[in-house]
């Protein structure tokens, strides 16, 4: 990444198809040995360089390595701590990752301007909702700001169910990998102009989902 870098700032500043290629390759490979992804309604995913915004549950450290296998280039919308974690923060910053301070409303809405202006320009991103990893299991309460950008724009919500990411890999047990299988579960994408309907109709699809893996 760090090699073609410049060269991506040239030609692709926007998507990174490059630096996306690498991750998705680093992320496969990283995962394999530990555990098998099984990915259903792959239909329902939008067609590559079609911009969306994608929403799913948060558990794990391992879902954005999880995610990266699915092939769509989105960018993920993350805290700042992370970009100082060593290789993988700085591969996230090199990704063109969107930083965000979440108590810092200047921050906040940065985020959501630098989103606007993805999507415009044909990208997607890729959001957490929740805004934090569930300790638990459980769906926590939904953020709107995905679903203001989707209303905004008009490009559709894709939601996304992962099962299996808490189990394997628990927040705060980062040192802990335990043997099973993760689900990526893709919902038909949702179109709407109300940000609080999107948000509560993406939000019981995932809860749903949840429900009928348990």
């Known amino acids: ?59 794990s450290f391992l879902d954005i390595y999880t995610l990266l296998t699915l092939g769509r280039n989105f960018k993920f919308v993350s805290k700042t701590a992370i970009f100082l974690y ?14 965000l301070k979440r108590m810092d409303r200047k921050s906040q809405l940065q985020t959501l301007k630098r989103c606007m202006e993805l999507v415009k320009n044909d990208g997607s991103v890729f959001f957490f909702p929740e805004g934090t990893r569930s300790r638990d299991g459980s769906l926590g309460t939904f953020k709107k700001g995905a679903f203001s950008i989707a209303a905004k724009t008009g490009v559709p919500v894709v939601p996304i169910t992962l099962v299996g990411t808490g189990k394997i890999m628990p927040a705060g047990m980062e040192s802990t990998v335990n043997a099973g299988t993760i689900k990526i579960v893709v919902h038909p994408p949702i179109i709407g102009d109300n940000p609080d309907i999107l948000c509560t109709e993406v939000r019981s699809v995932i809860a749903d989902e949840l429900v009928r893996q348990d």
């Not at 060593?86 to 930083?99: D, F, S």
Request: charged share 10%; glycine share 6%; hydrophobic share 45%.
């Open 1 to 59: 990444m760090v090699v073609g870098h410049p060269f991506v700032l040239l030609w692709d500043r926007c998507q990174r198809n490059f630096h996306n290629f690498i991750a998705k390759t680093w992320a496969s490979m990283t995962i394999a040995p530990f555990f098998r992804v099984k990915i259903e309604g792959s239909e329902n995913l939008p067609p590559k360089n079609s911009p969306a915004v994608y929403v799913s549950n948060h558990q």
């Open 86 to 99: 060593p290789v993988v923060g700085w591969a996230m910053y090199l990704l063109g990752t969107i930083p």
